[in-house]
Each structure stands twice: as structure tokens, then as C-alpha cells.
């Protein structure tokens, strides 16, 4: 069994930075791809970054693609979402998953493991 916990979310500003974290127990987390999703309120979860077990594959959102970078550390069994020039639209809870998938996925039907959730605020 895998828990997963974010941190580092919180209200920011307009144009600001956030690196949110998601570090894993229970088992290590090494060979699995990893993900993170976003929920707005109401509108429904959607994928926002994943990266492959090993770090070599990363993908974006189109929403977050060049202002957002997701990486990992096996050895801490974390994983992180660098977020920059962050919008108002940017609001949401943002979640961890991961996935048997070693390369990723788009898809959140494919992510067993999910962490409670950290939520995003920016001002405008």
C-alpha cells in the first residue's frame, strides 16, 4: 500500500511561485510513474504533469506547459511540482497519484495511489 502526502500549497499572487511536494510511504515509489491533477471548484479533475519512474519522461498540460516543471527524488521517495508565473486560473486542489504505469499517464483512470489533496490559491 502507498500513501501519499502533498505539501506546499497556499495562497500566492498573481505572477508568483509555488513547488509543491509529494512524498510517499508504505512502499518506495521508484518504479512507479508519477502524476499530478488539479480540481477546480465545480469543474472536474484534470491532469496538469507526469513524469516516467526514472525521471527520463516528462508532460505537461497545455494550460501549464512552459511555466511548470515536475521532478523527482527516488531516493526520497518524493516527488515535486514547480509552478511559476501562476494565474488566478491556476486555483485549485492539486492532488499526487501514482501509477503501476513506469512511463505515465494522461489518464487518472490509470493512477491507483492518491494523496488528499493540497490546495492552490492565486490572487489576482
Known amino acids: 500500500q502507498v500513501q501519499l502526502v502533498e505539501s506546499g500549497g497556499g495562497l500566492v499572487q498573481a505572477g508568483g511561485s509555488l513547488r509543491l511536494s509529494c512524498a510517499a510511504s508504505?512502499?518506495?515509489?521508484?518504479?512507479?510513474?508519477m502524476g499530478w491533477f488539479r480540481q477546480a471548484p465545480g469543474k472536474e479533475r484534470e491532469f496538469v504533469a507526469g513524469i516516467s519512474w526514472n525521471g527520463f519522461r516528462t508532460y505537461y498540460a497545455d494550460s501549464v506547459k512552459g511555466r511548470s516543471t515536475i521532478s523527482r527524488d527516488n531516493g526520497k521517495n518524493t516527488n515535486y511540482l514547480q509552478m511559476n508565473s501562476l494565474k488566478p486560473e491556476d486555483t485549485a486542489v492539486y492532488y499526487c497519484a501514482a501509477t503501476s504505469l513506469r512511463s505515465g499517464s494522461y489518464n487518472s483512470d490509470e493512477y491507483r495511489y492518491w494523496g488528499q489533496g493540497t490546495q492552490v490559491t492565486v490572487s489576482s
Open positions: 508504505g512502499r518506495t515509489v521508484s518504479d512507479y510513474g
